[in-house]
């Protein structure tokens, strides 16, 4: 390990650590549900070895974290024996499973913020149990006025009180629409407008090598994979199985490819390339969705792997 590594404190950590799930929604970004891929309880410990020494959150997510229970709880003895209270650590579920005895262990294991990610038409129970959530929430004193996803350090970094709150997707989706992955890209829910930059959102890469002033540093991990983004590149940028995420993150922030993901505008990452914007903007006009034109980029123009120009590099 490298002391002299900035990214071994990293503000925010997103990890979805199973896609099982009691669900299989149409809009689902990662494929989860009853056969949804897992990592094994040996994987999820070498993951959190290899987390940063310092984080000031973790996000837990699926998948459903609760349909993996034991493996959940697993998850937070290691990282209360890592952190001890300097992490909060925020679950975002879909509420179908959670009951009052689990609720209290979660507690008990340091779950400090509780998500509820299920609030809309394409969930099974479709917000049936808001009211039910609601007053178990209440019971254990889980305070429910910050409803919407925390952002701002001054509300995910104060003292960590208990608390919930609950979203869904909207009309205009929660985080600026389906994205073009997983089973919402198999079923056509994506959003299919390619001026519309998730990118440069929460959730997206912007901010994932030095954050911002209104959106945390966060990276996320899909099962194993290290992205810079929620959406996923077509790559990941590295496996949290066996690489420490701050020598992953150090290996590529100096890369205007990724210096470009970091301001939230992927249509200059080629620039480096030779490939303007206005040709990133044609190809994404054609492909209908930024994260589509970031696809093409890694899969003909760049390398992952080497961090190199890919030697066919001609734009359809
Ligand atoms: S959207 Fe959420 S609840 Fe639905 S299948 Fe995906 S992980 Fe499960
Ligand atoms: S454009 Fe690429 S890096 Fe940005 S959110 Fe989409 S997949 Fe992630």
């Given at each position: 390990?490298n002391?002299?590594?900035?990214?071994n404190?990293?503000?925010?950590?997103?990890?979805?650590?199973?896609?099982?799930?009691?669900?299989?929604?149409?809009?689902?970004?990662?494929?989860?549900?009853?056969?949804?891929?897992?990592?094994?309880?040996?994987?999820?410990?070498?993951?959190?070895?290899?987390?940063?020494?310092?984080?000031?959150?973790?996000?837990?997510s699926?998948?459903?974290?609760?349909?993996?229970?034991?493996?959940?709880?697993?998850?937070?003895?290691?990282?209360?024996?890592?952190?001890?209270n300097?992490?909060?650590?925020?679950?975002?579920?879909?509420?179908?499973?959670?009951?009052?005895e689990?609720?209290d262990?979660?507690i008990?294991?340091?779950?400090?913020?509780?998500?509820?990610?299920?609030?809309?038409?394409?969930?099974?129970?479709?917000?049936?149990?808001?009211?039910e959530l609601?007053?178990?929430?209440?019971?254990?004193?889980?305070?429910?006025e910050?409803?919407d996803?925390?952002v701002?350090k001054?509300?995910?970094?104060?003292?960590?009180?208990?608390?919930w709150?609950?979203?869904?997707a909207?009309?205009?989706?929660?985080?600026?629409?389906?994205?073009?992955r997983?089973?919402?890209?198999?079923?056509?829910?994506?959003?299919?407008?390619?001026?519309?930059?998730?990118?440069?959102?929460?959730?997206?890469a912007?901010?994932?090598?030095?954050?911002?002033?209104?959106?945390?540093?966060?990276?996320?991990?899909?099962?194993?994979?290290?992205?810079p983004?929620?959406?996923?590149?077509?790559?990941?940028m590295g496996?949290?199985?066996?690489?420490?995420?701050?020598?992953?993150?150090?290996?590529?922030?100096?890369?205007?490819?990724?210096?470009?993901?970091?301001?939230?505008?992927?249509?200059?990452m080629?620039?480096?390339?030779?490939?303007?914007?206005l040709?990133?903007?044609?190809?994404?006009?054609?492909?209908?969705?930024?994260?589509?034109?970031?696809?093409?980029?890694f899969d003909?123009?760049?390398?992952?792997?080497?961090?190199?120009?890919?030697?066919?590099?001609s734009?359809?």
């Amino acid at each position: 390990m490298n002391p002299n590594n900035k990214f071994n404190h990293i503000a925010s950590v997103y990890w979805v650590f199973t896609q099982l799930c009691n669900d299989k929604c149409d809009h689902c970004y990662n494929f989860s549900g009853p056969q949804g891929s897992r990592i094994s309880e040996a994987d999820c410990l070498a993951i959190i070895d290899n987390l940063p020494d310092s984080m000031d959150r973790i996000i837990l997510s699926g998948g459903e974290p609760l349909a993996e229970k034991q493996k959940l709880y697993l998850i937070l003895d290691a990282l209360k024996s890592k952190y001890g209270n300097t992490t909060q650590i925020m679950l975002q579920t879909n509420g179908d499973l959670l009951t009052g005895e689990i609720l209290d262990v979660l507690i008990a294991k340091g779950v400090t913020r509780f998500d509820v990610a299920s609030i809309d038409r394409f969930h099974k129970a479709a917000g049936a149990r808001l009211t039910e959530l609601a007053e178990l929430f209440d019971s254990r004193g889980v305070n429910g006025e910050e409803k919407d996803p925390l952002v701002k350090k001054d509300n995910y970094l104060h003292a960590f009180p208990l608390s919930w709150g609950y979203w869904g997707a909207t009309e205009d989706m929660w985080l600026g629409g389906n994205w073009a992955r997983g089973r919402a890209y198999e079923k056509g829910l994506w959003k299919q407008d390619p001026q519309h930059n998730f990118c440069g959102i929460l959730s997206g890469a912007i901010g994932f090598l030095n954050g911002g002033p209104d959106i945390p540093q966060e990276v996320s991990i899909q099962l194993w994979a290290v992205n810079p983004c929620c959406p996923g590149t077509k790559e990941p940028m590295g496996d949290a199985r066996t690489q420490k995420v701050a020598d992953i993150l150090a290996r590529v922030a100096d890369h205007p490819v990724f210096q470009a993901l970091d301001k939230g505008d992927p249509w200059a990452m080629g620039e480096v390339l030779g490939i303007s914007k206005l040709d990133a903007e044609r190809r994404c006009g054609e492909l209908g969705n930024v994260c589509l034109w970031c696809d093409e980029f890694f899969d003909k123009h760049f390398d992952m792997k080497t961090l190199q120009k890919k030697t066919d590099h001609s734009l359809s």
